[in-house]
């Protein structure tokens, strides 16, 4: 090398520290990396987490771990996968022990987070499903809201998962419990039919409140009426209660029933037709049936209830969630008498609808008003 050459080799290598350090000193002046750096910190951590752990909980891979550390084979074996899969099923464990909800020790996986060891109690099953619900039904909602409003999209119902409906909804299940101990007779012969069935755990709940109760369940979709049926075999109820796939508006029945319910399903029915469904409901009740309805309702300030109410709002079928007034009016119109609002526990959206059919007349025609107010906390 040249005298010259070797000169200015020497003065790059002595200026490249500082040509890093600028580089350096211009990244960290960018104004968009503190921005960057604290979305991380508060948006896209906590988001990365909510999507393992919901997406771990589903699959049944946190209930996997509850009692003992499971090897990457008992995972995959848990799951059903291949051994060509084992790869990527490894990756995406691997991201759950960065996350801190995983730990990885000689080889095995174990929980290690306080969320997912409470995730994983058999318990805790539906708050885990109502995790699984928000993710993959109410982000969607916030988020494609204004593209469905350019291209006139909709939700349909194959775009909600029942199975993982029929799970979150059981987050309410000690306030629907609280409702049916109010509504239910206990020790004369009661037949019910229950619509929108979901798990079964209600029909559940009833029938051991009243050993001498019977049943017809129905659900809207195959999947859930057919996981409903297995849960009532499994709970040794299949001779008092018949599961079936069916909607309450063609369903070819004898009013035959003494207490109808409805169970956070009154806004699966589009809004301008829920008189008539509950018209239907009624002619379905025996003289003096009575009907029980739960709901959460609008109006309550609740975010959550506010954001399940968006998703109906841009569903092609049903409609908003109801408001209290606006459904004591429905009821009545529906002919129902002694139409009654309750609040199961106070401060909280939801609310206990009865009405009973004390006559077999038409509906009514639907009052200007209502004069029914909410009645206090059920003790």
Avoid at 2 to 26: G, I, M
Avoid at 69 to 80: F, N, R, V, Y
Avoid at 215 to 234: G, H
Wanted: proline letters at 5%.
């Amino acid at each position: 090398m040249d005298p010259l050459s070797l000169a200015r080799a020497v003065k790059d290598r002595a200026q490249e520290p500082f040509r890093h350090l600028a580089a350096t000193a211009r990244t960290v002046a960018d104004p968009r990396l503190p921005l960057l750096v604290a979305l991380n910190r508060t948006l896209f951590t906590p988001l990365y987490r909510a999507s393992f752990l919901a997406a771990a909980a589903g699959s049944g891979v946190l209930r996997c771990m509850a009692t003992r550390p499971c090897d990457l084979e008992s995972i995959a074996e848990h799951l059903g996968t291949g051994p060509e899969e084992r790869r990527r099923l490894r990756a995406w464990l691997d991201i759950g022990v960065r996350l801190g909800e995983l730990d990885l020790r000689e080889g095995c996986y174990r929980l290690r987070s306080r969320t997912a060891k409470a995730l994983a109690r058999e318990g805790n099953d539906a708050v885990a499903a109502a995790l699984e619900e928000l993710l993959r039904f109410h982000v969607p909602a916030l988020r494609d809201a204004p593209r469905m409003l350019q291209g006139g999209g909709r939700f349909g119902l194959g775009d909600q998962d029942g199975l993982v409906v029929a799970r979150s909804s059981l987050v309410v299940r000690g306030l629907v419990e609280a409702a049916v101990r109010r509504a239910l007779p206990r020790t004369a012969p009661v037949r019910l039919l229950e619509v929108g069935c979901g798990s079964g755990a209600h029909v559940r709940y009833a029938a051991r409140l009243n050993p001498r109760l019977t049943a017809l369940a129905v659900d809207l979709q195959a999947e859930v009426a057919a996981r409903a049926a297995k849960n009532m075999a499994q709970w040794g109820l299949a001779d008092r209660v018949e599961i079936r796939r069916g909607d309450l508006r063609t369903l070819d029945l004898q009013p035959q029933f003494d207490v109808v319910t409805m169970h956070n399903n009154i806004y699966y029915f589009p809004q301008d037709e829920r008189a008539e469904v509950l018209a239907r409901a009624r002619s379905l009740l025996a003289p003096g049936g009575t009907l029980l309805l739960t709901s959460s309702c609008r109006g309550s300030g609740t975010l959550g209830i506010e954001v399940l109410n968006l998703w109906f709002e841009y569903a092609r079928f049903g409609g908003p969630l109801p408001q209290e007034d606006e459904l004591l009016d429905q009821l009545r119109a529906a002919g129902f008498d002694d139409v009654r609002a309750s609040r199961v526990l106070p401060g909280q959206a939801f609310r206990a609808f009865t009405g009973s059919n004390a006559a077999t007349g038409p509906a009514r025609a639907l009052p200007a008003r209502s004069t029914v107010t909410a009645e206090g906390a059920a003790s």
